[in-house]
T-cell receptor, first 112, second 114 residues
C-alpha cells in the first residue's frame, strides 16, 4: 500500500538558519504531495502542494519539490524565524480519489 | 470562514465507558474526516463521510462509529473506551472527496482514557 516516511522527528535551529526536511514515499499511483504545518493549539493547515515532479511549490518563504527518481520530496526555507516553530507533516495522495497518507511529522523549534 | 470546530477540546473517559466527540464546519463541505494521532505516529484516517455515505477504514472498522445528522456536523463515537484509545482526534473537512482536495483541520480533541 501507499506509505510515507518522515525520519526527522525533531529539529532545532537558530533564527536565519536553513531548513531542510525530507520525506520518502511509496506508491504505484501518480502522487500529489503535500506539506501541512501545525502550530501550537491549532490543527494542521495546508502549506504547500506539489502535483508534478521537479516542479516547485512555494508559499510563505517555503519551497517544496519532489524527485520521482528517488521517490523523495522535501521542504526547505532559506532563513527560518521563530514564528516558523511548528510541526511539519508531509503527506501524499496517490490519486484523485485516494486518501491522504501522512508522515510522522517533524517538530521544528527555532530559537532566537 | 475556514474554521473547523471540535468539542470538547479535552476529554477524560473511564475504561469501558462510551465517548462521543463532536465536529462542525460551516464551509458547506461535502466530506468530513476523523483522524487519530498518537505521539510519534502519523495521523491515521479512521473514517470519513462523503455527503451521507460513511466509509470506515478496514483496520478500525469495529472500533469507531460516526454519524452526520446534517452537512455541518459529524460525530465520532466509541462504544467502550479502552486505554489504547487515548490519543488526539482530529476532524477535517474538504469540499469534495479525494486526497487532492485541501483538507481543513480542527484543533483536535485530546482524549485520555483511564
Amino acid at each position: 500500500g501507499d506509505s510515507v516516511i518522515q525520519m526527522q522527528g525533531q529539529v532545532t535551529l537558530s533564527e536565519n538558519d536553513f531548513l531542510f526536511i525530507n520525506c520518502t514515499y511509496s506508491t504505484t499511483g501518480y502522487p500529489t504531495l503535500f506539506w501541512y504545518v501545525q502550530y501550537s493549539g491549532e490543527g494542521p493547515q495546508l502549506l504547500l502542494q506539489v502535483t508534478t515532479a521537479n516542479n516547485k511549490g512555494s508559499s510563505r518563504g517555503f519551497e517544496a519539490t519532489y524527485d520521482k527518481g528517488t521517490t523523495s520530496f522535501h521542504l526547505q526555507k532559506t532563513s527560518v524565524q521563530e514564528i516558523d516553530s511548528a510541526v511539519y507533516y508531509c503527506a501524499m495522495s496517490s490519486s484523485s480519489f485516494s486518501k491522504l497518507v501522512f508522515g510522522q511529522g517533524t517538530s521544528l523549534s527555532v530559537v532566537p | 470562514d475556514t474554521t473547523v470546530k471540535q468539542n470538547p477540546r479535552y476529554k477524560l473517559a473511564r475504561v469501558g465507558k462510551p465517548v462521543n466527540l463532536i465536529c462542525s464546519q460551516t464551509m458547506n463541505h461535502d466530506t468530513m474526516y476523523w483522524y487519530q494521532k498518537k505521539p510519534n505516529q502519523a495521523p491515521k484516517l479512521l473514517l470519513f463521510y462523503y455527503d451521507k455515505i460513511l466509509n470506515r477504514e478496514a483496520d478500525t472498522f469495529e472500533k469507531f462509529q460516526s454519524s452526520r445528522p446534517n452537512n455541518s456536523f459529524c460525530s465520532l463515537y466509541i462504544g467502550s473506551a479502552g486505554l489504547e484509545y487515548s490519543a488526539m482526534y482530529l476532524c477535517a473537512s474538504s469540499r469534495g472527496w479525494g486526497g487532492a482536495d485541501t483538507q481543513y483541520f480542527g484543533p483536535g480533541t485530546r482524549l485520555l482514557v483511564l
